[in-house]
């Protein structure tokens, strides 16, 4: 298994312009996740999805947008670029609450390895 | 909603133990995950936590009182490349989780 991919791993945009970030899991899970992360922080959820054709907003979700269409793919998408959306930012995804195998361990989310966003 | 504390930075030295505190509160907890961090990578899974007690993983330790809104994540025989950031996240009900900022634990010879 590839696990949980990104792409691209780094990108500049300039104020104003859009773009998407990519996820996708061969895993099989219903759970995927974008967080963005500041320097020094932790992670802020922006949006998350508990299977195809749901999602529903994080802690931090205004400027951003995102889709479910299959199990496999979450999409990131950033109409506007503004320099506070400067971060990076990570796909994650899980089972199911109580769908993993046992232990309950399985359940932890697998991270992508991160795509570096500068908007200037 | 959800909030976490941690301490934002710890020092210990190489082959000694350290404690990580987490304390926490949220409505409907559904777990509490420990993951640690690399400067410049993406958090990978430590421990995890449902029911009060200590769960055990070779030099890694984490213990949740779930009355208490509380958690450690517990390191013995510390390596240098024990040196990273410890992230303490609680999961709720609807499978949200809700990450702390994070502790940088610096390992010195």
């Not at chain 1, 995927?32 to 802690?59: C, F, H, N």
């Not at chain 1, 400067?86 to 899980?94: D, H, K, Q």
């Not at chain 2, 000694?16 to 640690?36: D, H, K, M």
């Not at chain 2, 240098?80 to 410890?86: H, L, V």
Request: with cysteine; hydrophobic share 30%.
């Amino acid at each position: 298994n590839a696990g949980v991919t990104q792409t691209p791993k780094f990108r500049i945009l300039k104020i104003g312009q859009s773009m998407t970030l990519q996820c996708t899991q061969d895993m099989n899970h219903n759970y995927m996740y974008w967080y963005r992360q500041d320097p020094g922080m932790g992670l802020k959820l922006i949006y998350y999805s508990v299977g195809a054709g749901i999602t529903d907003k994080g802690e931090v979700p205004n400027g951003y947008n995102v889709s479910r269409s299959t199990t496999e793919d979450f999409p990131l998408r950033l109409e506007l670029a503004a320099p506070s959306q400067t971060s990076v930012y990570f796909c994650a995804s899980s089972y199911s609450l109580g769908a993993g195998p046992t232990p309950n361990s399985q359940e932890t989310q697998y991270f992508g390895p991160g795509t570096r966003l500068l908007v200037l | 909603g959800q909030n976490i504390d941690q301490p934002t930075e710890m020092t210990a030295t190489e082959g000694a133990i350290v404690q990580i505190n987490c304390t926490y509160q949220t409505s409907g907890f559904n777990g509490l995950f420990w993951y640690q961090q690399h400067a410049g990578e993406a958090p990978t899974f430590l421990s995890y936590n449902v029911l009060d007690g200590l769960e055990e993983k070779g030099r890694f330790s984490s213990f949740l009182s779930r009355s208490k809104g509380y958690s450690y994540l517990l390191l013995k025989e510390l390596q240098m490349k024990d040196s990273a950031s410890y992230l303490c996240a609680v999961r709720n009900n609807a499978g949200k989780s809700t990450f702390g900022d994070g502790t940088t634990l610096t390992v010195k010879p």
